[in-house]
């Protein structure tokens, strides 16, 4: 449904911060006491729900911090940039042609059900993960077969890789291990999915002990917890709020001590606010405004590459607050970008040149764009491109969508939308993360790539997780850059910094810029 043009301003939402409303929503809120009862008991407020406990089927935010806090991976992630430490793997070996990779295990790893964790768990885990297709399993889709799985005894584990991945032990982060014979105990007919959805089969240093769907989620520190380096916590609350104003709140009150959506506007209120520190970092997470490239107006290339010169990139940085403006389609700071690379800009004549060789060289049309209903930023970036297109004569409906429905849309490219607005972080620190998740054909279909597809674009992303050398890497994502501006099939909007409070009780905080509001609670303490 069309949307009235004005767009908020920060005073507004400011405002809005401080109204009833959100207090009354505070009133909602995690009761204070639960601080008192436990010292040690950390509160993360969060806009995000778990809408399912399987790792090997869910993704998302939500699930990120699920997997990293309940379950255990071969590897884990930590630093700037990101490398792989250990986690289940004490120690790797990879074999000279990057292709075989020997891992042993932790002797003391634990399931929570006391049974030591072995190779044959992680290769059901592997397997199991491939086998449903779902999730993370992407991944590592055509790189790892069941086949390349082996426990060579109880502690140690080969895989052998179908095809070269010069990003594979960083995607091992995101692959759980489960306990095999608890899954087997449960697998009904579907694999164990209906049973882990709401359950676990986990080693990780936290369990899950109560979920109320839409509300909170409380987890204890494991009996089990065998992982060195861990911090002083009894246990963490997961607190979904709504509104990132009511986060704010709620911190400053020290009703919490972490929240993970909060605006720039909530930051620049949180500035010099006693006991709170503020996080504002730059990550490996895009925003762009992706166009239907197969169906409909922006099809043809000459309407994209109009769109994208008449865009007001300068009102777009504005609307982010703290943010720079993208340079093509990889973040900044990650292997190969290129920051000399040519992208377009505002320039009315180029927009009208390119607008004049399309079927409607005087505009007069309206295109569509979806957002998700409560992300207000996203609303504010479709208000620039409305303003944006007014100079090509080109109108712009505005429609909010529950977050499911716009996935649905992007099933074909019939129901994909003229616009549609996407975050994207990295969850491993390797250009191939947004390469193939969001200009790959093999995406399309879903929410990250619904419809772009380019057989040199995907010939160039192929051959650049294939290749191991970096400095031809650089080279392969030099040219996948290149490619991919030629065509126009985003609007690439801004790199939002990153932006947490915590209180400054939270004690060894640590930011790395992968799915970095996945806060992985285990090394962290309350003073």
């Given at each position: 449904?069309?949307?009235?043009?004005?767009?908020?301003?920060?005073?507004?939402?400011?405002?809005?911060?401080?109204?009833?409303?959100?207090?009354?929503?505070?009133?909602?809120?995690?009761?204070?006491?639960?601080?008192?009862?436990?010292?040690?008991?950390?509160?993360?407020?969060?806009?995000?729900?778990?809408?399912?406990?399987?790792?090997?089927?869910?993704?998302?935010?939500?699930?990120?911090?699920?997997?990293?806090?309940?379950?255990?991976?071969?590897?884990?992630?930590?630093?700037?940039?990101?490398?792989?430490?250990?986690?289940?793997?004490?120690?790797?070996?990879?074999?000279?042609?990057?292709?075989?990779?020997?891992?042993?295990?932790?002797?003391?790893?634990?399931?929570?059900?006391?049974?030591?964790?072995?190779?044959?768990?992680?290769?059901?885990?592997?397997?199991?993960?491939?086998?449903?297709?779902?999730?993370?399993?992407?991944?590592?889709?055509?790189?790892?077969?069941?086949?390349?799985?082996?426990?060579?005894?109880?502690?140690?584990?080969?895989i052998s890789l179908a095809a070269p991945f010069a990003a594979f032990l960083s995607v091992l982060p995101w692959f759980a291990?489960?306990?095999?014979?608890?899954?087997?105990?449960?697998?009904?007919?579907?694999?164990?999915?209906?049973?882990?959805?709401?359950?676990?089969?986990?080693?990780?240093?936290?369990?899950?002990?109560?979920?109320?769907?839409?509300?909170?989620?409380?987890?204890?520190?494991?009996?089990?917890?065998?992982?060195?380096?861990?911090?002083?916590?009894?246990?963490?609350?997961?607190?979904?709020?709504?509104?990132?104003?009511?986060?704010?709140?709620?911190?400053?009150?020290?009703?919490?001590?972490?929240?993970?959506?909060?605006?720039?506007?909530?930051?620049?209120?949180?500035?010099?606010?006693?006991?709170?520190?503020?996080?504002?970092?730059?990550?490996?997470?895009?925003?762009?405004?992706?166009?239907?490239?197969?169906?409909?107006?922006?099809?043809?290339?000459?309407?994209?590459?109009?769109?994208?010169?008449?865009?007001?990139?300068?009102?777009?940085?504005?609307?982010?607050?703290?943010?720079?403006?993208?340079?093509?389609?990889?973040?900044?700071?990650?292997?190969?970008?290129?920051?000399?690379?040519?992208?377009?800009?505002?320039?009315?004549?180029?927009?009208?040149?390119?607008?004049?060789?399309?079927?409607?060289?005087?505009?007069?049309?309206?295109?569509?764009?979806?957002?998700?209903?409560?992300?207000?930023?996203?609303?504010?970036?479709?208000?620039?491109?409305?303003?944006?297109?007014?100079?090509?004569?080109?109108?712009?409906?505005?429609?909010?969508?529950?977050?499911?429905?716009?996935?649905?849309a992007c099933a074909r490219p019939e129901t994909f939308p003229d616009f549609f607005p996407v975050y994207q972080t990295a969850?491993?620190?390797?250009?191939?993360?947004?390469?193939?998740?969001?200009?790959?054909?093999?995406?399309?279909?879903?929410?990250?790539?619904?419809?772009?597809?380019?057989?040199?674009?995907?010939?160039?992303?192929?051959?650049?997780?294939?290749?191991?050398?970096?400095?031809?890497?650089?080279?392969?994502?030099?040219?996948?850059?290149?490619?991919?501006?030629?065509?126009?099939?985003?609007?690439?909007?801004?790199?939002?910094?990153?932006?947490?409070?915590?209180?400054?009780?939270?004690?060894?905080?640590?930011?790395?810029?992968?799915?970095?509001?996945?806060?992985?609670?285990?090394?962290?303490?309350?003073?």
């Amino acid at each position: 449904m069309p949307h009235s043009p004005e767009a908020p301003t920060r005073r507004k939402v400011l405002a809005l911060a401080g109204s009833g409303l959100a207090a009354g929503t505070l009133a909602a809120a995690l009761p204070a006491p639960v601080l008192a009862r436990d010292p040690r008991l950390m509160i993360i407020a969060s806009g995000s729900d778990f809408p399912n406990l399987d790792p090997h089927t869910t993704s998302g935010s939500a699930p990120a911090f699920f997997m990293r806090n309940v379950y255990d991976p071969l590897l884990r992630t930590a630093g700037t940039p990101p490398e792989p430490v250990p986690g289940l793997a004490q120690s790797w070996e990879t074999s000279e042609d990057g292709m075989v990779f020997t891992f042993r295990l932790d002797p003391a790893a634990r399931f929570h059900s006391g049974q030591p964790v072995t190779a044959e768990d992680v290769v059901y885990s592997f397997a199991r993960a491939l086998r449903l297709a779902k999730g993370n399993s992407w991944m590592l889709r055509n790189i790892v077969t069941p086949e390349g799985l082996e426990a060579l005894d109880p502690a140690t584990v080969r895989i052998s890789l179908a095809a070269p991945f010069a990003a594979f032990l960083s995607v091992l982060p995101w692959f759980a291990v489960v306990e095999k014979a608890v899954v087997e105990a449960h697998l009904g007919e579907d694999d164990g999915q209906s049973w882990l959805m709401s359950n676990t089969a986990a080693s990780g240093p936290f369990q899950l002990q109560q979920s109320r769907s839409g509300a909170l989620y409380r987890f204890l520190r494991a009996p089990t917890a065998w992982q060195p380096g861990g911090g002083n916590l009894d246990g963490i609350i997961w607190r979904v709020s709504r509104e990132a104003a009511s986060e704010r709140l709620m911190l400053q009150r020290g009703e919490t001590h972490a929240a993970l959506d909060l605006s720039s506007e909530d930051m620049d209120a949180l500035e010099g606010a006693p006991g709170v520190v503020r996080v504002i970092e730059p990550e490996y997470r895009t925003f762009s405004i992706k166009m239907n490239t197969r169906h409909g107006p922006l099809a043809d290339i000459n309407m994209r590459r109009a769109i994208s010169y008449a865009v007001n990139y300068r009102a777009l940085l504005d609307t982010a607050g703290y943010a720079e403006l993208m340079v093509g389609p990889l973040p900044n700071g990650i292997l190969g970008h290129d920051p000399g690379l040519e992208v377009p800009r505002h320039d009315p004549e180029a927009a009208r040149a390119h607008l004049a060789r399309t079927a409607t060289p005087e505009g007069g049309i309206t295109l569509k764009m979806v957002y998700v209903s409560h992300l207000e930023q996203e609303r504010r970036y479709a208000m620039v491109l409305l303003d944006s297109l007014k100079a090509l004569g080109i109108g712009l409906e505005i429609q909010p969508l529950s977050w499911p429905d716009m996935v649905a849309a992007c099933a074909r490219p019939e129901t994909f939308p003229d616009f549609f607005p996407v975050y994207q972080t990295a969850n491993y620190g390797d250009p191939d993360n947004i390469a193939y998740a969001a200009y790959h054909s093999a995406s399309n279909g879903n929410w990250q790539n619904a419809v772009y597809s380019s057989p040199e674009v995907d010939r160039l992303i192929e051959a650049g997780r294939a290749e191991i050398d970096p400095d031809r890497r650089r080279q392969i994502y030099g040219d996948f850059q290149r490619a991919v501006v030629a065509d126009a099939p985003d609007i690439f909007g801004v790199l939002e910094k990153r932006k947490l409070g915590l209180r400054a009780s939270v004690q060894n905080y640590v930011f790395t810029p992968v799915a970095s509001n996945a806060i992985e609670c285990w090394p962290l303490s309350l003073s």
